[in-house]
């Protein structure tokens, strides 16, 4: 079974400066996706940035980006010239599509808190 | 477009009793997922649903039960509450060709 490990339950960092946050998984497979998700204090989850496993180039959106090692099976996210708006729980997730059902299925870890600092 | 509306937003229930969420997902998205959340958990996975049926399902007692309709709206029913049973449920949509799952603001249920 898939796991997904977020070890940092709580994080801080001040305006303007640069965050990493951990995240590792565990499966077998050799398809998947995986995601950073940010769920500010409103509770509204909202897709920060996707990787496809079969990319070896890393993602960036913005001022977010990813380290991607899949043979470590590590996916950190890294937020640059963080902002007072960067506050939220930051969820680390695994997506596989399963082509049995034609369902994903998303495995979340556990979220580290992240409080940007003015 | 408007977005995943859950309703309702807050609820406070009496152990014992049961309680039925409403999710309304994205026009378009055919498939609905139910998620746990908990402090110290994250989000556990209750099931997933696509065009009327269940497609998975997660490690939840047969308590937790859900249907969606013909429109693709979805309801979660847990009965028999549990002080356990007091979270964040959120709901997710998500469309066949997109790997985004797109989440609602989630229903916060207390049981006393």
């Known amino acids: 079974a898939q796991t997904v490990t977020q070890s940092q339950p709580e994080m801080s960092v001040q305006e303007a400066e640069t965050v990493t946050l951990s995240c590792t998984y565990d499966?077998?497979?050799?398809?998947?996706?995986l995601f950073w998700y940010k769920q500010p204090p409103s509770r509204q989850m909202i897709l920060v940035i996707r990787?496809?496993?079969?990319?070896?180039q890393n993602a960036t959106e913005n001022r977010f980006s990813v380290n991607f090692q899949k043979a470590a099976k590590s996916f950190s996210l890294k937020i640059s010239d963080s902002q007072l708006g960067d506050t939220a729980m930051y969820f680390c997730?695994?997506?596989?599509?399963?082509?049995?059902?034609?369902?994903?299925?998303?495995?979340f870890g556990t979220g580290t808190r992240l409080k940007v600092l003015a | 477009k408007a977005g995943v509306t859950q309703t309702p937003r807050y609820l406070i229930k009496t152990r014992g009793q049961q309680v039925t969420l409403s999710c309304s997902p994205i026009?378009?998205?055919?498939?609905v997922s139910w998620y746990q959340q908990t402090p110290g958990q994250g989000l556990q996975f209750l099931f997933e649903y696509f065009s009327e049926t269940q497609r998975n399902k997660g490690n939840f007692p047969g308590r937790f039960s859900g249907r969606q309709f013909s429109n693709s709206r979805s309801e979660m029913n847990v009965s028999t509450l549990e002080l356990g049973d007091s979270a964040l449920y959120l709901c997710?949509?998500?469309?066949?060709?997109?790997?985004?799952?797109?989440f609602g603001q989630g229903t916060r249920l207390t049981v006393v």
């Open positions: 997710a949509s998500s469309s066949v060709s997109n790997t985004e799952a797109f």
């Open positions: 026009s378009g998205h055919r498939s």
């Open positions: 990787q496809e496993a079969y990319k070896q």
């Open positions: 499966t077998s497979e050799s398809n998947y996706y």
């Open positions: 997730a695994f997506m596989k599509l399963l082509f049995t059902s034609g369902t994903y299925k998303y495995i």
